[in-house]
């Protein structure tokens, strides 16, 4: 069947405006890090991906390595481009990153002009996209000059491959520098990608006040820490489940474990606000005023309206702020 988009599919999401960008983002984004790949049923992805879009999320965000295996969600996303969301390419952003490990030798990771040029010409080739709306240098390289890749992200924008840059995973001083660096050669830094939610807290130590400063958005990621934050693991490690097929350290079955008494007390304090777990952790990550979009993964359309359905309560008590904090002080 020909995919044809919902005619109310604005009318149900929040548009965050992005720093002092002129763009706005949804509140919630999708993230094709799991989900989308090579191993995955591709019927399941796509039906993901359409009940997303139909549902007001008009971001989907990519890397150079997403699948697994890697680059295959990127391909996968390119037969949908061609099958569904060809009519829809202007009102959508698109993100991809380089900086992870890609292809073999010295070109294929970390920050070189040479590594962030080719892998984007090979992302925009597997979407089959003429332009990205957002590149990002996936993470800081410690051996290349900041300027170099900067540079890079620059000469993305000026041979018309992506229209904004961002940056993800970089700590509070290296924004700073990068935005800076941005600044002067005239393409500004749109958008921090960072990882945050209530198990990990990194960026209220001095990222967020940077990025208020300099103007800049911030999308964060694993909101619900991969799965953590939700009643996915409330009653034991389901099979098919992302902590039984990752060796990511912060999505381990001890830590699922481990985070278990912290987990039952938020579920409850959710239920109390009328909300699943996954709904009260997205609105948690939003309350923040410099927080553009939460950026989910989801494995079933299922979780995705779970999710979604967070907008509908995104504010928060003191008492219910200073319980949370409670909870998760243990
Ligand atoms: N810049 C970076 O370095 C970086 C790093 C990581 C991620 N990201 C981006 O952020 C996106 C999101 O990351 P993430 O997938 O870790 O986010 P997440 O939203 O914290 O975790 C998503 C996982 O949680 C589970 N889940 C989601 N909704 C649920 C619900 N309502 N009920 C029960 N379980 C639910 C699912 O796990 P199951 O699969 O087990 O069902 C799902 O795959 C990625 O796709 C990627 O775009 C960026």
């Known amino acids: 069947m020909p995919y044809l988009a919902s005619e109310t599919r604005y009318d149900k999401i929040l548009y965050n405006r992005v720093g002092r960008s002129g763009l706005k983002l949804p509140a919630i984004s999708l993230g094709w890090w799991y989900n989308f790949g090579g191993l995955d049923v591709f019927e399941n992805s796509r039906a993901i991906a359409r009940r997303a879009f139909d549902m007001g999320i008009t971001h989907f965000d990519f890397a150079n390595n997403y699948g697994p295996p890697p680059g295959s969600a990127e391909e996968n996303f390119g037969t949908l481009f061609k099958q569904d969301f060809h009519p829809y390419r202007d009102e959508l952003i698109i993100s991809t990153k380089a900086g992870y490990d890609m292809w073999l030798g010295p070109y294929g990771n970390w920050g070189s002009r040479k590594y962030l040029l080719a892998s984007l010409d090979q992302s925009l080739k597997r979407m089959g996209l003429d332009y990205v709306d957002i590149f990002y240098s996936h993470r800081p390289d410690p051996e290349t000059p900041l300027e170099e890749t900067m540079g890079a992200l620059d000469s993305a924008v000026r041979q018309g491959k992506a229209l904004y840059v961002g940056i ?78 990752t060796e990511h350290v912060w999505m381990t079955l001890d830590n699922v474990k481990k985070n278990l008494p912290k987990t039952q007390k938020l579920n ?59 909870i998760l002080r243990g």
Request: proline content about 4%.
């Open 268 to 326: 409850e304090l959710a239920k109390q606000r009328g909300q699943s777990l996954a709904q009260m952790a997205i609105a948690w990550v939003l309350r923040q005023p410099a927080v553009t979009s939460a950026l989910i993964g989801a494995s079933s359309v299922k979780q995705l309206e779970d999710n979604l359905a967070a907008v509908n309560n995104l504010k928060f008590s003191n008492e219910e702020l200073d319980r949370i904090d409670s």
């Open 168 to 245: 993800s995973n970089y700590n509070p001083e290296m924004t700073r520098r990068a935005a800076q660096i941005l600044k002067n050669l005239g393409t500004p830094c749109l958008i921090h990608q960072a990882r945050y939610s209530m198990l990990d807290r990194w960026v209220e130590g001095g990222l967020l006040d940077v990025l208020t400063e300099e103007g800049i958005g911030c999308i964060v990621f694993s909101p619900l820490a991969q799965g953590h934050l939700t009643d996915r693991y409330l009653n034991g490690i389901p099979s098919g489940a992302r902590a039984t097929k």
